[in-house]
């Protein structure tokens, strides 16, 4: 009875003592990254759109515990932060956010957090102007989709790394190892775009969408792109703009147009009906992603499968040449 006992003892000391070994250790929360391999305690960035989510985990890698605040589906432009979004700002070592006026509505938060101290980052702001596009109708704003463009995120990418060094200049080289690798990555997505693009016959090169997200895709892999909506979501279609894009879609014999998973069907659903009503048929290419990424945790919740999914839609749906699943075959079945 003693052996066992002691040996019952001798067990939950062993247990105390390793619990008490890992407390300074902490589990990553939910959606974050690992704790870093030399057993240092990560700091806490808290980031906004998916798209520099992905970004930030891509370059940060085990140093930091990486969180969005705008969800799945989300759009940005109309996103207001909650009480428990400004806690986690607040609560956070570094903010880091697109900008150029994508989350309009949560400037006075990052204001708050700058004024306590605490870094923020506008990522996009730090490409060079002369890359931006400025559409007149924004108010003198560039305009802010700019991962629309590879090569324009890559700029993203290299501020990301830059950012992070700064903060944590020990971490300075691995941020830039981390930054180069991914940045490899994207080169083979930019090709794959322009390859599957280019395929669509000339005369179908003209993208028609629910709002204006995709000038920079437009700009950079050479199609036409028509928005029902301005570049900011809160821009409301009028009658006379659908009736400008029927005529288009009848005179240029437009096969398909294209619904976006974070904006409301009902403005292209109208094209499609006053199209019809001169007698043309369309239809619905596909969702794409504009605002935000796919569902978290598939391929198309990061950015290149969010881009893959893009270019591999629009290429199907007007004409030009594909693989169903995509540049590494991880698309979602249709």
Not at 269 to 279: H, N, P, T, Y
Not at 287 to 299: E, F, R, V
Request: aromatic residues 6%; proline residues 5%; contains cysteine.
């Amino acid at each position: 009875m003693k052996t066992i006992v002691s040996t019952i003892l001798l067990l939950l000391a062993a247990a105390a003592a390793a619990a008490a070994a890992g407390c300074d250790r902490p589990a990553a929360p939910a959606g974050t990254t690992a704790p870093s391999a030399d057993g240092t305690r990560p700091y806490k960035i808290i980031t906004t759109v998916g798209m520099i989510t992905d970004v930030v985990k891509q370059v940060a890698g085990d140093r930091a515990f990486v969180t969005g605040i705008i969800g799945d589906g989300v759009d940005p432009h109309l996103y207001k932060p909650t009480r428990n979004d400004v806690a986690a700002l607040l609560g956070a070592d570094v903010v880091m956010y697109s900008g150029l006026m994508l989350e309009g509505k949560m400037i006075d938060s990052f204001d708050k957090v700058r004024d306590g101290g605490k870094p923020v980052f506008e990522l996009a702001k730090q490409i060079d102007k002369s890359f931006l596009l400025q559409p007149p109708e924004f108010e003198g704003h560039p305009d802010p989709h700019v991962w629309m463009s590879v090569p324009g995120w890559m700029k993203v990418v290299e501020a990301a790394a830059k950012s992070l060094g700064e903060h944590d200049p020990a971490g300075a080289a691995q941020y830039q190892a981390n930054a180069a690798r991914y940045l490899e990555e994207l080169k083979q997505l930019d090709a794959y775009a322009r390859q599957v693009i280019g395929s669509i016959p000339q005369q179908s090169r003209i993208l028609v969408t629910a709002h204006d997200a995709f000038n920079y895709f437009g700009r950079e892999y050479g199609i036409e792109v028509k928005g029902i909506q301005g570049i900011s979501t809160e821009s409301e279609a009028g009658l006379q703009d659908i009736n400008a894009l029927v005529n288009l879609i009848v005179s240029r014999d437009v096969k398909a147009v294209f619904v976006e998973s974070s904006v409301a069907e009902r403005n292209v659903r109208a094209l499609i009906d006053g199209a019809s009503a001169r007698g043309k048929q369309i239809r619905v290419g596909g969702s794409l992603y504009s605002d935000a990424m796919g569902p978290t945790g598939t391929y198309e919740g990061t950015y290149i499968g969010m881009v893959d999914h893009n270019v591999t839609t629009i290429a199907r749906a007007l004409g030009g040449n594909a693989p169903e699943k995509g540049l590494h075959g991880k698309l979602s079945a249709k």
